[in-house]
Nanobody
């Protein structure tokens, strides 16, 4: 059974940094596109960042481009999200997700519906 477990969230002040981790119990982890999404109260789940197999390709939302960095360690079956210069509007529950389908073509989707596996989320709160 596939399991994704996020960690690293917390309460920080604006301008601070955080690093989220996602541990995956996916035997073929290296063959999955891994992504981070976030959801604030009353809002839809939105794409944050994703990384292709082997780390050869990545994609970011406009709102985090230049501040966030996604990375992966296939040996440890983990994906990370380094978040810098955090803003109050970054406050949300952050979810890790995995897509095994589009990995072959290295096509990174920003749609939640294209991701098969999800974690429970980790809360990030940025105070002003």
């Amino acid at each position: 059974q596939v399991q994704l477990v996020e960690s690293g969230g917390g309460l920080v002040q604006a301008g601070a940094s955080l690093r989220l981790s996602c541990a995956a119990s996916i035997r073929t982890f290296g063959s999955h596109i891994m992504a981070w999404f976030r959801q604030a109260p009353g809002k839809e789940r939105e794409f944050v960042a994703a990384i292709g197999t082997g780390g050869r390709k990545s994609r970011y939302s406009d709102s985090v481009q230049g501040r966030y960095t996604i990375s992966r360690d296939d040996n440890k079956r983990q994906v990370y999200l380094s978040m810098n210069r955090l803003k109050p509007e970054d406050t949300a529950n952050y979810f890790c997700a995995a897509d095994p389908v589009r990995a072959i073509l290295q096509t990174i989707s920003t749609l939640p519906s294209d991701y098969d596996y999800w974690g429970q989320g980790t809360q990030v709160t940025v105070s002003s």
